[in-house]
């Protein structure tokens, strides 16, 4: 219990610290934290200058991890972001010159304008943790978080992320336009400096790990992961969907449940939590029908709506 204890006060210790760059996006700086404790990494898919870098910067900040920032161009090469091995004159030997990826905490910017061949280089990196160059295989220092971006209105000039890339992202969300009120405040922040620029770190990555491992000491009802599994199975037999979220969804919002539940002072799951996480770790794994598309129906109006249809753990319907 006493670890518990420790690992929910770092999380809103490094909540509360972010908030100070990020402002009024408390709930998307929860949703960013559930998916570092989570060990997954997160998709933000919004317009230009809402804060997408700020975001990975202050996170990263925070819980005193390396961050790179890596800006996705089509000309941008698999070895540009892994490394490569470069021939040494002197030693007559190959030396390994580790490039961005070789990071704790990562930004990709506009992951979809790299061609398909540098995405799926993030592959491995996201998925094992490691990534391998000339045959050997380097592994990456824990914590390890990709956080990728890309804009949803500008298409010319990019590649769409494949359904395989999709996948490994935990969750994907948007920040979204601040409010009149969180825009005036903004302003009045940066008037002088960034709040970047004097943001302190409030834990260790040491502190992340212990974070990580105590997670899986939060208790989860069998009726609530039977409500897990329902929801992700319901995706693939509704009427507009051509192809429903895989057991690897089912498995996200399992460990995002738990996370969500540490940040929100809890040593247990509840329904809400999965509601609340649903529809960010379960919409980018859809896909839709034809005609669905034609429509304009999201996936995202998918999952709430089988969210309302659901029946929840524990009330009578």
């Not at 819980?63 to 892994?82: A, E, K, Y």
């Not at 922040?189 to 409030?202: C, D, M, N, Y």
């Amino acid at each position: 219990m006493h670890s518990t204890t420790n690992a929910i006060k770092t999380a809103q210790q490094v909540i509360d610290n972010t908030s100070k760059v990020i402002v009024g996006k408390r709930d998307v700086i929860e949703l960013a934290v559930a998916t570092l404790i989570a060990q997954g990494h997160l998709l933000i898919e919004d317009v230009p200058g809402v804060g997408k870098t700020m975001l990975a910067k202050s996170l990263a900040t925070s819980i005193g991890c390396n961050f790179n920032r890596i800006q996705c161009t089509p000309d941008l090469l698999p070895s540009d972001i892994t490394g490569l091995s470069i021939y040494n004159q002197q030693n007559g030997q190959f030396e390994f010159r580790q490039g961005p990826l070789m990071s704790q905490v990562v930004l990709a910017d506009e992951i979809n304008r790299a061609t398909p061949k540098t995405q799926s280089a993030l592959l491995e990196s996201m998925e094992e943790h490691q990534i391998t160059v000339d045959g050997v295989t380097h592994p990456l220092h824990a914590p390890f978080m990709v956080l990728a971006t890309q804009n949803p209105i500008e298409y010319e000039g990019t590649f769409p992320l494949p359904e395989a890339q999709l996948d490994r992202f935990l969750m994907r969300i948007n920040l979204g336009y601040p409010s009149i009120e969180e825009e005036l405040e903004i302003i009045s922040e940066q008037e002088i400096a960034h709040p970047i620029t004097v943001l302190e770190s409030v834990t260790t990555p040491a502190g992340i790990v212990e974070m990580q491992e105590t997670v899986n000491t939060i208790y989860v009802d069998s009726l609530i992961r039977e409500y897990i599994v329902k929801l992700t199975e319901s995706t693939r037999s509704h009427p507009e969907v051509y192809l429903g979220a895989s057991p690897r969804a089912s498995l996200g919002l399992f460990k995002t449940a738990r996370a969500l539940a540490l940040i929100r002072e809890r040593d247990y799951v509840i329904p809400d939590d999965v509601k609340f996480l649903a529809p960010t770790v379960l919409s980018h794994r859809i896909i839709l029908a034809s005609s669905a598309r034609m429509q304009g129906i999201r996936s995202m109006d998918i999952v709430n709506n089988l969210l309302s249809e659901l029946a929840i753990p524990g009330i009578a319907s």
